[in-house]
């Protein structure tokens, strides 16, 4: 075992303190069969200039999609971001992810996260929203243990088999442990929740749908909330394209329980893969339910505005061990982008956006049929959907990525074994109608 630089004579001091007369006793806990018994192979620190030489050479390994031209969506979205939003965020008044406890000295940031409130209840139709979670799978999951804990009758919830795969995995992941069941619904020829499906279904506690779906297609959220009603459970929605909601009916008009969504969309890059914005909704009779905190306006003892942090349901707050979630980031950041980002563009320019969005993707999709590729569904979508490939259709994608810089879609086999030869293509402002023409003309 290999130990920290420390003397002789500081190691023997720490033991006494502990109460042991070797390292090794410190783990004395840990079976012998798990303990590793040879030296961890460590490379030697290397100087600071041979280290910025490792990165860059780790670094060159990965490929950009600012170089690349990106026909993949899947829950994460190429979108142009403003330039004054790199600038602002990098400013000392927001380059912090934490919780501002002190607002005396977090005003600054509190008005932020609070405008972020604001507009993400504007978004989505909802009366209060949370600020913020790691993802929209971690508050998809959140959003579940909700309708599970109020409803004391049912232990299962009742998920779509179009939410996104990740996310239904993180919902077992935090749900199985408490005793609960995630039960699945099918879908149908039209590359729909199966509603039918869903009626027959028995002792569950909530409904969770995801519109836009997986596939890209939306769903009748209308004909959930009839369902829900009809059982006396919630209905969740979810989302992972937050500028759908330019175009389409926000869920609160569906009269929603709870929204769970990712704001990756929302003025936050790719990153290769992270970190993303996990956006939850609700309406103000689930307001002490959900997890997380809340920023609220005041006025101080001079009658001048000011902000707080209103409400907080977390373990190391007021609520101890009843807290809602003992598992909450502020992802303060993040946040903090998508409030900028959504008060940069404004609502005319979400619909705009939105529309350039849908309106490429159907000329993608006109394209790819011409190509020969076959429409999977003939449901109304947003900016991404399904087409049956043609034969050789893997080879070309293949060739594309290594000599023309251009990801075609996304395979669905991994996720829907069933859909083998099918692919997930996807179109955003940041892809232009050359690109398009390009692509079709190349998997022709």
Known sequence: ???????????????????????????????ENLKTKDIIDIPEGLSE????????????????CKNYKCFIGAGSYDHYIPAIIPYLISRSEF???????????????????????????????????????????TALAEAALIALKKNKKANKIAVSSLTHPSHRQIIQTYITPAGFEL????YTK????????????????????????????????????TVADEKNILLITSFTEALAYG????????????????????????SFGGPGLGLLAGTKKQMRNLPGRYIGKTKDANGKEGFVLTLATREQ??????????????????????????????????????????????????SLEKAGFESAFDTPFFNEFIMKTPAGFEEKRTALINSKCI??????????????????FCATETVSKDDIDQLAKEVQ
Not at 183 to 186: D, N, R, V
Not at 190 to 196: N, R, S, V, Y
């Open 183 to 186: 039960i699945e619904i099918p």
């Open 247 to 270: 175009l389409l009916k926000n869920p609160g008009s569906f009269d929603a329980d709870l929204v769970a969504g990712e704001g990756q969309s929302l003025g936050i890059s790719k």
């Open 190 to 225: 039209e590359g729909l929740t199966d509603i039918q499906a869903l009626k027959a279904m028995d002792d569950i506690a909530g409904i969770a749908v995801q519109s836009p779906n997986f596939f890209g297609n939306i769903e009748d959220l209308k004909a959930f909330r």
């Open 407 to 424: 990801f075609a879609g996304t395979s669905l086999d991994p996720f829907y074994p069933e859909l083998k030869g099918h692919y997930l």
């Open 1 to 31: 075992m290999r130990y920290l630089p420390h003397t002789t004579e500081d190691i023997e001091s720490m033991l006494k303190v502990a109460g042991v007369s070797s390292i090794d006793d410190l783990f004395s806990s840990i079976p």
């Open 317 to 366: 707050h007021i609520k101890r061990e009843k807290a809602s979630s003992n598992i909450c980031s502020n992802n303060g950041l993040n946040a903090m982008m998508a409030a900028m980002y959504l008060a940069t563009v404004g609502k005319i320019g979400i619909r705009e956006i939105a529309q350039q969005n849908h309106d490429k993707a159907v000329y993608l999709k006109n």
């Open 95 to 137: 380059m912090t992810a934490y919780t501002p406890y002190q607002p005396e000295v977090s005003q600054g940031t509190l008005q932020g996260i609070y405008e972020f409130q604001t507009m993400i209840t504007q978004l989505l139709g909802m009366d209060v929203a949370t600020a913020s979670h790691y993802d929209c799978g």
């Open 49 to 64: 200039w041979e280290l910025d030489t490792h990165m860059e050479d780790l670094a060159s390994a990965n490929i950009a």
